[in-house]
């Protein structure tokens, strides 16, 4: 397993501002991923974050708007851009290992909650 | 599209009841099926997980029932705790890859004294 911590745990901000999440993993892992939680919904995968290279974005999420980094095999960022209220939710930092077994698992951070005004 | 439906959204049980949550995927090239449990203000936790080629597992006071034919699987909560109060989400991941997990929409558990 992993101990991830998130910062900061929780953030009010205003329209059209950004904030940049930040998550940090006590050791280093193959696979860094972002997901959104909507109240009350289910976990929707933003993005995977990819060492040294540009993050892989699902459909729907784009770069300009969710600008990730992953500088080393601990830590990565999430942006979130010109912020609305649609985008009050929990952002997840997940982690893993793949390490080619059939159960390689996915260990999530504490969360963020962000909300928007 | 949602890959992975989960009922009900909400479940209401007396303390040492049997909670059943349901989930049903339509992507036949899922092979591993894990269930996670979140507390208000947490991060989701690995709870239990099973793969196709059992029809059941089970972990203590959790077990997974899996019907491959019918693309189905539960998650049994016997002798229910109200510190099992939680939402469960099922989900469904396709082995290798850069391992993209689909999860259900949740199932908020309440278990009541």
């Known amino acids: 397993s992993a101990v991830i911590s998130q910062k900061p745990s929780r953030d009010i901000c205003q329209r059209g501002t950004s904030l940049t999440i930040q998550c940090q993993v006590d050791?280093?892992?193959?696979?860094m991923f972002w997901y959104r939680q909507q109240p009350g919904q289910s976990l929707t995968l933003i993005a995977t974050a990819n060492q040294g290279s540009e993050a892989t974005y699902e459909s729907g999420f784009v770069i300009d708007k969710f600008p990730i980094s992953r500088p080393n095999l601990t830590f990565s960022t999430l942006t979130v851009s010109n912020m609305s209220p649609e985008d009050s939710s929990i952002y997840l930092c997940s982690v893993g290992w793949r390490r080619g077994g059939l159960n390689d698992e996915q260990f999530f951070g504490p969360g963020t909650r962000l909300t928007v005004l | 599209q949602q890959q992975v439906k989960q009922s009900p959204q909400s479940l209401i049980v007396q303390k040492g009841g049997i909670s059943i949550i349901n989930c049903a995927y339509e992507n036949t090239a899922f092979d591993y099926f894990p269930w996670y449990q979140q507390f208000p203000g947490k991060g989701p936790a690995l709870l239990i997980a099973?793969?196709?080629?059992?029809s059941e597992k089970k972990e203590g006071r959790f077990t997974i029932s899996f019907n491959k034919s019918a693309k189905q699987f539960s998650l049994h909560i016997m002798d229910s705790q109200p510190g099992d109060s939680a939402t469960y989400f099922c989900a469904a991941r396709v082995s290798g890859g850069y391992q993209k997990v689909t999860f259900g929409i949740g199932t908020k558990l309440q278990v009541i004294p």
């Open positions: 050791s280093q892992v193959t696979m």
């Open positions: 099973i793969r196709p080629d059992v």
